[in-house]
Nanobody, 123 residues
Framework: EVRLVESGGGLVQAGASLRLSCAAS????????LGWFRQAPGKEREGVAC????????YEDHSVRGRVTISSDNAKNTVYLQMNSLKLDDTAVYYC????????????????WGQGTQITVSS
């Protein structure tokens, strides 16, 4: 069974850092793209960052560029999202998704999702 399990969220002060993890299983990890998305109450789900596992190429959305780093540990089948300088508007549920390889700027094609992990940023 294909599974994605997120962890690492929490309640932090503005300016703090968090590292989210997405543990993957049930598929050939290196054959896919993995992406981080987020959804705040009343808002659409939006892409945050993504990575092509097989070559390590990454993309970060303009809203977080310069503050986040997406990476993978292929031996652990795990993708990370390091988030620094957290802002109030980073508050959301963060989801990990899987899709086939393709342009990192595309948010289409994600077919499996984790249950999400909550980040809450306070002032």
């Amino acid at each position: 069974e294909v599974r994605l399990v997120e962890s690492g969220g929490g309640l932090v002060q503005a300016g703090a850092s968090l590292r989210l993890s997405c543990a993957a299983s049930g598929f050939t990890f290196e054959d896919y793209n993995l992406g981080w998305f987020r959804q705040a109450p009343g808002k659409e789900r939006e892409g945050v960052a993504c990575i092509t596992i097989k070559n390590g190429v990454t993309y970060e959305d303009h809203s977080v560029r310069g503050r986040v780093t997406i990476s993978s540990d292929n031996a652990k089948n795990t993708v990370y999202l390091q988030m620094n300088s957290l802002k109030l508007d980073d508050t959301a549920v963060y989801y990990c998704g899987k899709r086939g390889t393709g342009p990192l700027t595309s948010e289409k094609g994600y077919d499996v999702w984790g249950q999400g992990t909550q980040i809450t940023v306070s002032s």
